[in-house]
C-alpha cells in the first residue's frame, strides 16, 4: 500500500525560529494536505494543495506540492508557542472521492523557551 | 471547531465487548470517514461513507462495522473488542458532492476507546 515518509520525526526549536518538514511518498498524490493535531483534539487543517508544483501560504504558513506528486513541504517561519503540536502530511491518490487519506507518522514540534 | 461531532468523547469497556461511535458531518457534507489513531500505527483509515452506501475501505477489522444514516450521520460499530483496539478513532467528513472533489476532509474531536 502506500506509505508516506514524514521527517524529522521531532523538532526542538528555538522561539522565532524558522521551522521546515516534509513528506515523501512511494506513489504519486493528487493532493497533499497539511494537518496540525493538539493533545486531545482531533487533526486540523493548515494547508491543502491540488496541483504538482503549487505553493500556497496560510499566514506564517507555507507549503508546496512538489512537481513529482511524490513530496511535499512544510514551512513555518517565526515560530511562536502556539505553534507546539503534532504536524501531519496527508496524500490522497483516488479521483472521485472514494478513497481515505494516507497519513505521514507526524513531526513533533517543541519550542523551547 | 470543524463542524464535525462525535460522541462520546471517552469511553472505556472490557475485553470481548461490543461498543457504537457517532459522528455527526458538517452540515451538508454528504461524505463521511473513519480513522483509527493508536502510537504504533498512526492514522489509518477505516472505511469511507458516502450519501448512506459505503464507498471505499481501508485497514478495517471484519469485527468492525459502520453505516451512514439518511440524515447522514454515522456510526462506527466495534464488536468483540481487545486490549490492542485501544485507540483514538476520529471522523472526517467532506462534501464529496461530484468528481471534481478534491480530497479535503474536516476532521472531528475524536473518541478514546480504552479496552480493559
Known amino acids: 500500500g502506500q506509505q508516506l515518509n514524514q521527517s524529522p520525526q521531532s523538532m526542538f526549536i528555538q522561539e522565532g525560529e524558522d521551522v521546515s518538514m516534509n513528506c515523501t511518498s512511494s506513489s504519486i498524490f493528487n493532493t497533499w494536505l497539511w494537518y496540525k493535531q493538539d493533545p486531545g483534539e482531533g487533526p486540523v487543517l493548515l494547508i491543502a494543495l491540488y496541483k504538482a508544483g503549487e505553493l500556497t501560504s496560510n499566514g506564517r504558513l507555507t507549503a508546496q506540492f512538489g512537481i513529482t506528486r511524490k513530496d511535499s513541504f512544510l514551512n513555518i517561519s517565526a515560530s511562536i508557542p502556539s505553534d507546539v503540536g503534532i504536524y501531519f502530511c496527508?496524500?490522497?491518490?483516488?479521483?472521485?472521492?472514494?478513497?481515505?487519506?494516507?497519513f505521514g507518522k507526524g513531526t513533533h514540534l517543541i519550542i523551547q523557551p | 471547531d470543524s463542524g464535525v461531532t462525535q460522541t462520546p468523547k471517552h469511553l472505556i469497556t472490557a475485553t470481548g465487548q461490543r461498543v457504537t461511535l457517532r459522528c455527526s458531518p458538517r452540515?451538508?457534507?454528504?461524505?463521511v470517514y473513519w480513522y483509527q489513531q493508536s502510537l504504533d500505527q498512526g492514522l489509518q483509515f477505516l472505511i469511507q461513507?458516502?450519501?448512506?452506501?459505503?464507498?471505499a475501505k481501508g485497514n478495517i477489522l471484519e469485527r468492525f462495522s459502520a453505516q451512514q444514516f439518511p440524515d447522514l450521520h454515522s456510526e462506527l460499530n466495534l464488536s468483540s473488542l481487545e486490549l490492542g483496539d485501544s485507540a483514538l478513532y476520529f471522523c472526517?467528513?467532506?462534501?464529496?458532492?461530484?468528481?471534481?472533489?478534491?480530497?479535503?476532509?474536516?476532521f472531528g474531536p475524536g473518541t478514546r476507546l480504552l479496552v480493559l
Open positions: 472526517a467528513s467532506n462534501p464529496l458532492r461530484d468528481t471534481s472533489d478534491l480530497g479535503t476532509q474536516y
Open positions: 461513507y458516502y450519501n448512506g452506501e459505503e464507498r
Open positions: 496527508a496524500g490522497r491518490f483516488s479521483g472521485g472521492g472514494a478513497d481515505g487519506l494516507t
Open positions: 452540515s451538508g457534507d454528504l461524505s
